[in-house]
């Protein structure tokens, strides 16, 4: 459910009385035997007979249009032309307003003023055919694009109240299938595919935001997405190389329009359901299904059946009485059904004809249908363009987030908690009635839940600034960019034991003792605490060349990218165990050596690529594109780190061809076809390399020392 907030001004209007009437006068109005209708008429002299609006509806060039719909502004009520571009509707009110549509020109609203014929001529809805989109390193006309790729508005993208923009694009676009992943609160990232399964290696598409290339696609707005394209034939991705097998989505954000300053706020709360639960047998039903199954191993058993009939029959009066002894679980009793979600964005934009800004802050909030599972995220985003001379522009981009994630006990995870509250049998006691909870066959989804944690708090900063300087020679630009993406991960893990309570029924009123789960997933009966640390950098640089030049009826565009890539990784963690007491910081755990560790880890990668595409169109109708990508990689073999991605591709617009401009239901029509080559990165780095693995802290059995231990 989306809720939109309007802020209302509140006027003070005083009425005056006209010159016809008095205000120390009196109006007498004697009626008899009639309605108030024609009371009300004879006050206020309305003419409620309807009126008739007839007209004409045709194009630019006087061919009328079948099927425009024609509807009175604010109600259902309307009509649609006849195939000779005609229409008559009736209306109550002369002062209404009509709204006339058709698929692929402008709409238009008009008056009645009274009128009693109204004709329209209508205008062909351009912006869609001149409309400039996102590719590979740059934007082309629609018009003139022969690779295959799919545009999704931000307008449908923010108005999908969703988790992440991966999640909107669901049944959008064609070629692009989505699988969820579960749904859990800060993990619902879906497996999204363009075009199917890759054969090798990866199956995900490369995400590329704002020009470069990201990983980042669950900690971005949907509410500042202007745009996003998908690319998903070989032409269209060849400039990717190396990451473009899967199909690339580009992702463009919000920039700062000409006007006065506009601050806008957006919000929406929502309620979240269980999709299916499946539902389990109770304990009478229960009792029956496993009498069933133990005759049918032991047939003539009946007289060692057990479960009683008897006391099946009666199980719910003795439940009524005794439900400490004769209970009747059910794991839905652990569940939140109906959990909110709500999501705020506050959004400022403006600017002059030499610079405009765009910067917003936004807060999303998820629950999870377990109490200790929730998600939150704060996002915050600065664009601001500025033309400092007539010929260079400067361009400075920042988007951030800071998020955090909260799961069960860290010696487990969500998933594990519904397969034990699935395997829970109905005559075991999830609680007493005294607040307690028990267990079955030494698992405790209770004790479970009240257990330790598991929050992972993140913050990612996606930074850009771009320098574009136009040259002396038209049409002649050249362009640099330079971006330092980072994420900062702080992950605490923190386990305490699964207690659950045993019931003893010998004594009067019953006595419960504290005990230990040990089937939970083999899960540690003593609490133990891990930190990690993470923290990923990411540096492009990209110096472009673009040209853009018309002669004649002849277009011709090119582009020239060199760009490299460098990423670092770098990870720490510390873990103590036996804890005397349970306060979750390190310094409260033993001391001993042998509870506990650390350890860490780096990477770094590198990867180096010169894009290229050169593009001709002759007189809007033919269309040639060579493009592709001389890539470099450090997975590789020194000596095979290079591979060169070319594409083709050509277009051929028949709408404009005379033969078919004459075509009223046509206004764009084209033909392509295509040839490229991808790549996908398989596998990890260095498998040109024998590998062998370390161990630290291992015995020489010769000197009872420590010692690192290496395994080939």
Known sequence: MRLSVLLLLAGIFQVYAGSSYSQAERLSLDQQGTTVQNVLSELVDVDLQPQEITGKITDEDGNPLPGVNIVIKGTMTGTITNVDGNYSLEVDDPNATLVFSFIGYITQEVEIAGREAIDITFALDVFGLEEVITVGYGTQKRTTVTG?????????????????VALSLAGRMAGISMRPDGGEPGDN????????TATTGSNAPLIVVDGIIRDNINQIDPAIIESMSILKDASAVAPYGLGGANGVILITTKQGQTGAPTLSYNTYYGIQNPTYL??????????????????????GGEATKPYLDSLINDYDNFHA?????????????LLNYDVPMHKHNLQLSGGTDK?????????????????PVNYNRYNYNVNINSQVSNTTKVTVSLIGSAETKNDVDANTNSNQLFRSNFKFKPTAQIYYTNGLWGQFAGNSPVGLLKAGYDKNRGNTLLSMITIEQQLPVKGLSVKGTFSYDTRNNAIKEWHTPYYFYSQNTSTTPYTYTKDIATSEGGAATYTWLRQTQQKRQYFTYQGYVNYENSFGKHDITGLFVAEARNNTYDEFWSRRNNFAIDVDELDMGSSSK??????GLSSEGTQIGYV???????????????????DGHYYFAPGERWAFFPAFSVGWRLSEENFIK?????????????????????????????????????????TGSMVQVAIL
Request: hydrophobic share 30%; net charge negative.
């Open 148 to 164: 295959a790729v799919s545009i999704m508005k931000g307008e449908t993208i923010e108005k999908t109240p969703v988790a992440n």
């Open 189 to 196: 990232t879906p497996a999204i595919l363009i075009r199917g």
């Open 278 to 299: 499946p539902d389990l047998l109770d304990a009478k039903d229960f009792m029956r299904m496993h009498n069933e199954c133990y005759l049918n191993e032991n047939p």
């Open 321 to 333: 009485s005794d439900p400490d002894l004769y209970p009747n679980s059910s794991y839905r009793t």
């Open 355 to 371: 610079y405009n800004y765009y910067a917003g802050v936004g807060y999303y909030e998820q629950k999870g249908m377990f109490d």
């Open 594 to 599: 042998d509870d506990f560790d650390n350890g």
């Open 612 to 630: 290229y595409r050169v593009d001709y169109v002759y007189d809007d109708k033919y269309i040639l594109e060579a493009s592709g990508r001389y």
């Open 662 to 702: 004459n075509i009223s239901f046509i206004n764009n029509l084209k033909i392509r076809a295509s040839w490229g080559k991808s790549g996908n990165l398989a596998g990890s780095a260095y498998q040109y390399l024998s590998g062998y693995e370390l161990y630290g802290n291992s015995y020489a059995f010769s």
